[in-house]
C-alpha cells in the first residue's frame, strides 16, 4: 500500500528513538523528525502503572527543545501483569522470567502518550489487554534464541515473531506495538492539528 506524504501546517517532531513508532507515524503518511530525549525512566516506589507511563510521556515532550510551531509526539509503553511493571529484560534470563510469568494469562499494556504545540500539552494513557498462549519452555528458548525480546517492554514484540504467542487482544493494536494511532489524531486535534491530509 502506498501512503502519500501527508502535508502539514506544522512540523512534526517523534521524541522516540523507537523504529516501530516510526513506522507506525509512516502508515499515517507521516515523517516526523526524530529526537530522543534524555530522561531517568526509572519507576517512582510504589507507582502504579499508568502513572508511569503518563509521566515519562510528558516527560519526553517537555525533554527536547523545539521550535513552537512544532508538533512534538511522545510516548512511553510498559507492560502491566498484576500491577508489576514489566520493561525491558536486562539479560536473556530476564526475558524468560517475564515470559514464563506471562504464559496463558492476561496481562494489560500502557500507553502514556503526550502531545506537546507551544505551551499546550495534551496526554492520556490508552490502555489493552493481551492474553498469552501458554508456552512451553522449548518455545520461549527458541524466542529468546532470536534476539527479539530483549529490547522490548515485556520481553514481546506483537508485530515480531512474538506475535504467535497472542491469542486474543482486546483493544488497541497499535498500542501494544507502542503508540495508539486514534489516541494520537484526537489529541493532535485537542491541540487544533488535522494530522490527516
Known amino acids: 500500500m502506498n501512503v502519500h506524504p501527508v502535508i502539514l501546517a506544522h512540523p512534526v517532531i517523534l521524541a522516540s528513538a ?11 503518511g507521516l515523517c516526523p523528525a ?9 519507576p517512582l516506589p510504589d507507582e502504579f502503572p499508568t502513572d508511569y507511563v503518563l509521566r515519562l510521556a510528558i516527560a519526553k515532550a517537555h525533554a527536547i527543545s523545539a521550535p513552537a510551531s512544532a508538533l512534538v ?14 520493561g525491558k529484560p536486562v539479560d536473556a534470563d530476564d526475558a524468560r522470567a517475564m515470559l514464563r510469568n506471562l504464559s496463558g494469562r492476561t496481562h494489560r499494556v500502557h ?4 502531545l506537546q504545540l507551544g ?9 489493552t489487554l493481551v492474553t498469552f498462549v501458554p508456552l512451553t519452555d522449548a518455545a520461549i528458548e527458541w524466542y529468546v534464541g532470536t534476539g527479539e525480546p530483549l529490547d522490548k517492554a515485556g520481553a514481546y514484540a506483537v508485530q515480531g515473531a512474538g506475535g504467535v504467542f497472542v491469542q486474543r487482544v482486546h483493544g488497541s493494536v497499535s498500542n501494544v506495538v507502542g503508540l495508539p494511532l486514534h489516541t494520537v489524531l484526537r489529541l493532535a486535534g485537542d491541540l487544533g492539528v488535522t494530522l490527516l491530509g
Open 18 to 28: 523507537s523504529p516501530r513508532r516510526r513506522e507506525l507515524l509512516g502508515q499515517l
Open 34 to 42: 526524530i529526537v530522543h530525549p534524555e530522561i531517568d525512566e526509572t
Open 73 to 86: 509526539i511522545a510516548a512511553d509503553t510498559t507492560v502491566d501483569l498484576g500491577g508489576q511493571i514489566l
Open 111 to 114: 500507553t502514556g502518550v503526550a
Open 119 to 127: 505551551g499546550a500539552t495534551a496526554a492520556e494513557v490508552v490502555t
